[in-house]
């Protein structure tokens, strides 16, 4: 009885599994100096890609792939690496103010689950903060259908730390162009703010209109470690969301940093090697499937895309269900 009773438990949990991997991860990662030298070392592409693949969305910053080989590479690594899904990207221009320091922003993103519907790089040429930032952003909007919220905008930003507190103003500006261009609310911002520790002082706060209104939800809170040093503690990466319906979409206390180290039980030195940053990251609520206990899934959800979805969903309970049931008729014997 009692083992009936874990196996009923440990099945419960195995359905909770699966369909807690239908969840909808938007992430946001700061590689670090992403380019050639780092797509020498395995161990490390080989992190970077088990770090990738766990999201549905993912914005790459500190991409200086300067001879445009590493961003290849590292898709063609995902694409391997989970055969579940498919991998594509979309990456700004080199952004910065030097010639010889530039990087991009890259959104990685499932092509079964996402689809890019606009991107603009934002022109940084409004009148009176002309150059507000040494990294525009290069905004993307994306339609998602398994998720409750369809369609979002993401607003990427890697701050440069000494200007943090102007630029993180700015984004304010970035935002309200983008919601009258595109005419919608679901907006988030998220990347390497810098917005912690020495770059963003306490007392500046209250002249970043990105933290004064209260239409803005900053979902990673103060005190969190989003750096991977043991020897700092510092909220750098941040995920704000716009607007009463987005907030709404988002699954509540979802939003945190990723501590691959921990979770992939590197060294510190060897975690250094992937980032200095953990990727912070947040769950966006999917359209709910029923499954019901006789083994038939009825999925409330519409559009060939996700017929695949449903199809594996479906396979995974149902190898499931056969499988606890021989479990169970091995203990009952
Ligand atoms: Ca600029």
Known sequence: MRSSSLLLLSFL?????VRGASD???CA?????????KTKKSAVMHTLTRIIARCDVCLLQEVRDSKATALPQLLTGL????TEHKYDAVASVRLGRSESY??????????DTVTVTGQYQYPDDRPGDVDAFSREPFVVRFKAPKTVIKEFVLIP????PVNTTRELDALYDVLQHMKKLWKTQNVMLLGDFNADCGYLAKKNRKYVRLITDTELVWLIEDKTDTTVRSTTSCTYDRIVVHGETFVREIVPLSAKPFNFQTEYRLTEEQALEVS???PVEVLLKV???KVPFNGATSLALTGTEETTNQFTSHSKFLSLFVLSHYVFQMLTW
């Not at 530039?102 to 092509?111: H, L, S």
């Not at 930003?157 to 440069?160: C, I, L």
């Open 13 to 17: 949990a195995s359905v909770a599994a």
């Open 24 to 26: 909808f991860r938007v």
């Open 29 to 37: 990662f700061n590689l670090h100096h992403f380019g050639d030298s």
């Open 79 to 82: 694409n391997s690496y989970d």
């Open 102 to 111: 530039q990087e991009q922003y890259v959104f990685v993103y499932r092509t």
């Open 157 to 160: 930003q890697h701050t440069t």
């Open 276 to 278: 200095d940053h953990y």
């Open 287 to 289: 359209i709910k499937s």
